[in-house]
C-alpha cells in the first residue's frame, strides 16, 4: 500500500490509467483498524488490477473535505484521476464486502 505524502502526490497516483484505489483511513479509527491485517491480502490478491493507496485523514484532512470523505473508512476508486466508484456506509466493512465493491468497480 501506497501512504500518501501530500495533495501533489495523491493526484500523481490517482491520475494512472489503471484503477486505483483509495483507502481513507485514521489510526485511531476502530473500524480502520479491524480491516487493516486484510488489506495486505486483498492486495496481493487484486495485484495487477488495482494499485492501493492509503490516506490517513488526519493528515490530508482538506484532502478529505474536497473529496467529500467524511467517514471512514472509505474506498474511493479513481481512474485517470476520476472516481468511478464509493464505498462508505455506516456499518463495519468486511472482507467481502471489500472484495465485492472491488470486483463491481473494477467493471465501472
Known amino acids: ?30 473500524d480502520c483498524v479491524v480491516i487493516k491485517p486484510v488489506m495486505p491480502e486483498l492486495e496481493q490478491e487484486y495485484s495487477g488490477r488495482y494499485r492501493f493507496v492509503s490516506v490517513d485523514r488526519d493528515a490530508h484532512l482538506d484532502l478529505c473535505r474536497e473529496l467529500n ?3 471512514i473508512p472509505s474506498f474511493i476508486v479513481f481512474r485517470g484521476g476520476r472516481e468511478t466508484a464509493r464505498f462508505v456506509s455506516t456499518e463495519r466493512k468486511t472482507r467481502d464486502q471489500i472484495e465485492e465493491f ?4 473494477e467493471t465501472l
Open 69 to 71: 470523505v467524511f467517514g
Open 102 to 105: 472491488l470486483n463491481r468497480a
Open 1 to 30: 500500500m501506497i501512504n500518501t505524502e501530500n495533495r501533489d502526490h495523491f493526484q500523481d497516483l490517482i491520475s494512472s490509467e489503471s484503477p486505483v484505489c483509495a483507502l481513507f483511513t485514521a489510526d485511531w479509527c476502530p
